[in-house]
C-alpha cells in the first residue's frame, strides 16, 4: 500500500530555512511522478515543485532559486530545501506521487499540476513571521 509522509514544518523568521521530508513505502521500481505543493487559506492548491523518474524537475516561478527539490533513493526519501523563506510561503505542504506502470522510468517527467497526481500525504504545516 503506498503511503506518503511528511515532515519537516515549522514556524521560522522570514529569510529562514527548512528542509521538508516525505517518506514513501510501497512504491513499485516503475515510471512515476512526485511534487510537491502547497495551499493557504483563501487560495487554491499550487505546485511549487516537482520531480519524475527520468531525473528532471520542475521549480515554481515563485520559488526558483530559493527552493530545491531532491530524492535519495535509497531511502525511499523525497526533500524539498526551502531558503530565505518569505511570508508568502506560509501553507500546509503536501507530498504528492503518482504511478504509471506502462511506463519505465526514463519515460516519465514531472508536472506541477495536481491532477497529475493521484496519492497525497497528509500535509505539514510551514509558517513564516516575525
Known amino acids: 500500500q503506498v503511503q506518503l509522509v511528511e515532515s519537516g514544518g515549522g514556524s521560522v523568521q522570514p529569510g529562514g530555512s527548512l528542509r521538508l521530508s516525505c517518506a514513501a513505502s510501497g512504491y513499485p521500481n516503475i515510471g512515476y511522478r512526485m511534487g510537491w505543493f502547497r495551499q493557504a487559506p483563501g487560495k487554491e492548491r499550487e505546485g511549487v515543485a516537482a520531480?519524475?523518474?527520468?531525473?528532471?524537475?520542475r521549480i515554481a516561478d515563485s520559488v526558483k532559486g530559493r527552493f530545491t527539490i531532491s530524492q535519495d533513493n535509497a531511502k525511499n526519501t523525497l526533500y524539498l530545501q526551502m531558503n530565505s523563506l518569505k511570508p508568502e510561503d506560509t501553507a500546509m505542504y503536501y507530498c504528492?506521487?503518482?504511478?504509471?506502470?506502462?511506463?519505465?522510468?526514463?519515460?516519465?517527467?514531472?508536472?506541477?499540476?495536481?491532477?497529475?497526481?493521484?496519492?497525497w500525504g497528509q500535509g505539514t504545516q510551514v509558517t513564516v513571521s516575525s
Open positions: 504528492a506521487a503518482k504511478f504509471l506502470p506502462q511506463y519505465g522510468r526514463t519515460m516519465v517527467g514531472p508536472s506541477l499540476g495536481s491532477d497529475d497526481h493521484n496519492y
Open positions: 520531480i519524475g523518474s527520468n531525473g528532471r524537475t
